[in-house]
Structures are given as C-alpha cells and as structure tokens.
C-alpha cells in the first residue's frame, strides 16, 4: 500500500521524532509512504477568509502533487492536517476560491478537490485496521496509562474534518488499545492547549495547558500522547503544572511494533 | 476617506461569509470558549456588534489577539453561524491596514526559546502580521 505523505516544516527540524517514528512504524506495518518530491509549509493555520487566496496555495500544490502522482495524501501533523483538508474542502465546495486557485496556478488539469487527504491515525484505523495492528505488536505496552489528548485541529470543525466525534473522540483511545496499553479518559481532552497564541501571551497558553495536564492525571493518566508539535510544546515545555511525560503517538507505536 | 462603519461591517461580512441574521443569541459560542476569561468582548458580542456595524469598537478589542482559533465556538454553535470567522475577519481588518501588524518580525529573536516549534511562529504570523 502507497502513499503520498506531506510531512510538513516542523517534522523536519523541532518535531523530526514524530516523523522518523511514523516513518519506520509504516514501514513495519508494510505500507510506503512517499514524501512529496516538492512541497511548501501549508501555513500551520487555516485561512478562514473568504478572500484569501494566496495562503490556500501551498496546500492546493500539495494536493495536486499527489493527485498527479495517483495516491492518496497522508498527513501527520495536527495541524498541517488541519490546513490541507480544509483548503481541499474549499476547492471541493467554494466555487470562488476553486476558480481563482486554477486561475492563478494554471494547471494542465485544473483541480477540484479529487485527492483524498487522511491522517495517519486514519489510516492506522481505516487502511490497517486496529485489529490488524494489535496482531502486529510485538511489544505491547502492558501496564502504561495513557491519556490521548486530541486538542483542536483533528477534530474541528467536524462537518469538515470528519475525522471522529468531535465531542467524544475513541480514535485515540483505540489505538491505545491496540498498542497494549490502557486508555485513560479525561474531560478536557479535545480542549485547546493554547495554540499558536504562547508566542504573545505566555500566560494564557500555559492556564489552558496546566488546567489539561491537571485533567489527565485527575484521572490518572500517567503520560499524554499528541500528534502536533504545538500541543507538545505547550503542554511539556510551557506548562507550569506538574509534569507529566508527554510523547508522539508515533513513538509508541514505533516501541509497541519493535522498531523504535 | 476613510471607510465608514458600514462600509466596515460589509467588510467584515464579505471576507467571514457569515451571516448575523442567523444568530439566535444563545451564547454558547462564548459560554464554551477557552479564551472566555482573557477577551474584553466575546464572541457572542461579536456577532450581534457586526450585526449592528459597530465595528470601530471591535477593531480595539483585546479579543483579537485571544482567540485561539480552537473552533470550538464554530463546532458548538447550533445554528452554524461560526462566530470565528467574525473574530479572523476583523483581525484582518486591521493587520491589512498599514503599519498595524500585531507582530513584528524583530520581536521574534526574545520571544523564542530552544524548543518551540516553527509552528508557533509560523501560525502566530499567519494570524498577527501581514
């Protein structure tokens, strides 16, 4: 099985971890990933204006890179996730943005949302199965509590993202499951750990990370798993709560198959 | 000349693609957000002051620079009127003007540490500067 994979700017310098884990954990798991051969920083936001073109562009070439190249697009970030599949919902349904991206990138075919874009979790669950991953495992991780923490971007907008229940989320705890260990649930789960806003207003972001660390481990979650380098630095760097370890879900994934 | 405030308020229509009218005052945009305690006027009011074309009030607000574009305000909102895209379209509205940039590319060197991902400042741009 093959993919078109966009590993986005932060997985190639501050995040290399999340990437070289999901590389060799989808190599285990038989599947090819294939870095697009040229491809932008999306713009780690989505440009929520109706007139903004140019900041749609990046992930538009990605998409059609992949299209061109006949794959689906997998994607690992949060948030590059986040940006890719909405701007590919707007060349899908937004007929202005559609038209003026064709226009200003003059393809030989135009494009129009045709490429399946979904995260690597995604494919864990929907391509490999997680039943097919638990019978991959070579080292379960017996005994560990782990909370997920879903933050924003994989979730919301549901209606667009369609990635899980927006409000109570299992992807995650799922894949816990089949990677041994025990899922921990926690109310605050899928709120927002400060976001982009911790470069400005230090303060803010580490309240929303502390009150989610103190949330986890209420619970007794004794490690949090993330798939965005942002949520990683907010909760593990910025957050002025006691400490709980924090990892890349790729990491896990990467011991539980053997190759980390 | 200056733009009018309802000049303005069409503006903000336009470039969100939201429309007030739609709005039933329920306040569960603001009773859900996370930001909720750091904003001088919340997302609720937000809606109902385009609704009014008060703009210019808006445009001051601290709330600009709060919103932590969560979506949890679009995700809850039963009448789908994604209050956000408000907030993003307003913000817009002033970092658009000249010199009004809310971060500055030479106050990036104090604000970084070793483990903050270019993320951050690549999204804190995309959102403050232009």
Redesign the interface.
Known sequence: MKFSYYPGCTLKTKAKDLDAYGRRAAEALGITLEELPEWQCCGAVYPMAKDEIATKLSSVRALVSARDLGNDLVTLCSACHHVIKRVNGDMQNDENIRTKANNYLQLETPYAGETKVIHYLEMLRDVVGFDELKKKVVNPLKGRKIGAYYGCMLLRPSKEMQFDNPENPTIIEDFIKAIGATPVLYPFRNECCGGYVTLSKKELAQKKADVILESAMEQGAEELITACPLCMYNLDANSTAHKLPVHYFTELLAEALGVK | MPATEKELAETIR????VDTRKCMKCGKCSGTC??FG?MDIHPHKFVSMVEKGEIDELMQSKSL??C?????C??RCPRNV?P??LI??VR?AVIRRQGEN??KADQIPE?L?E??????????F???SK
């Not at chain 2, 336009?14 to 693609?17: A, F, L, N, W």
């Not at chain 2, 932590?68 to 949890?72: G, K, Y």
């Open positions: 336009r470039i969100s693609g996370p930001a750091e620079w709060t932590l574009s969560c979506f949890a679009v995700e994604e956000a895209r993003e379209a817009l809310y971060l604000l540490d483990k903050l991902p270019q993320q951050a400042i690549t999204s804190a995309r959102k403050y």
